[in-house]
Nanobody, 115 residues
Framework: QVQFVESGGGLVQPGGSLRLSCVIS????????MGWYLQTPGKQRELLGT???????NYADSVKGRFTISRDNAKKTVYLQMNSLQPEDTAVYYC?????????WGQGTQVTVSS
């Protein structure tokens, strides 16, 4: 069983920044492509972006240029740096594999962008 533990969310004003972290409980983390996802009430979870085991990243158009995904294989952690946050970024943020496994969704971390 793999566990994902997200952290770093909170309340931030429009234009602000947050850095989310996700620790993964697998010893072979370095082999996996990872993804960050968000979910807002009443909507399906959607993919924000991915990072390959090589470090190559891809992003949804909605966050391109504002969000950056990185990883630290030694710490088994993937990060989501979020800049220029807007109220529409308010959501619960999750990490999972790049091809997400339903049983492995964690609790996520709430991000609220509001003045």
């Amino acid at each position: 069983q793999v566990q994902f533990v997200e952290s770093g969310g909170g309340l931030v004003q429009p234009g602000g920044s947050l850095r989310l972290s996700c620790v993964i409980s697998t010893s072979i983390f370095r082999l996996y492509h990872m993804g960050w996802y968000l979910q807002t009430p009443g909507k399906q979870r959607e993919l924000l972006g991915t990072i390959a085991n090589s470090g190559t990243t891809n992003y949804a158009d909605s966050v391109k240029g504002r969000f950056t995904i990185s990883r630290d294989n030694a710490k088994k952690t993937v990060y989501l740096q979020m800049n220029s946050l807007q109220p529409e970024d308010t959501a619960v943020y999750y990490c999972n594999f790049g091809a997400p496994v339903k049983d492995y969704w964690g609790q996520g971390t709430q991000v609220t962008v509001s003045s």
